[in-house]
Nanobody
Framework: QVQLVEAGGGWVQAGDSPRLPCAAS????????MGWFRQAPGKEREFVAA????????RYADSMKDRFTISRDNAKNTVYLQMNSLKPEDTAVYSC?????????????????WGQGTQVTVSS
């Protein structure tokens, strides 16, 4: 059973550029694609970014591709979300997820395991 633990959330100022790490347990991390999703208060969960098992292939939500970058370090079993120039509307719970297999996906239903999420609150 793979477990995911996100970190790096909290209160930030508009314009800040925090990086969220997500650490995975287990030996299958390097063969699985990973993704980041977020859920704002009163809204449905939305796709942010995904990365294939090798780190070569990535996919982004159109509204976030200019400010967010997903990356991974398979030696450290960690996937990252670099967020730049945050805005108050980026306030949400950010969750990482993993799916068995190497291919990226923007569909939350295709992910097999999830972290508990980390709250990011952006103040203006």
């Amino acid at each position: 059973q793979v477990q995911l633990v996100e970190a790096g959330g909290g209160w930030v100022q508009a314009g800040d550029s925090p990086r969220l790490p997500c650490a995975a347990s287990g030996r299958t991390f390097s063969s699985n694609a990973m993704g980041w999703f977020r859920q704002a208060p009163g809204k449905e969960r939305e796709f942010v970014a995904a990365i294939g098992s090798t780190g070569i292939n990535t996919r982004y939500a159109d509204s976030m591709k200019d400010r967010f970058t997903i990356s991974r370090d398979n030696a450290k079993n960690t996937v990252y979300l670099q967020m730049n120039s945050l805005k108050p509307e980026d306030t949400a719970v950010y969750s990482c997820a993993g799916r068995i297999g190497p291919l990226v996906s923007d569909w939350s239903g295709s992910y097999d395991y999830w972290g508990q999420g980390t709250q990011v609150t952006v103040s203006s």
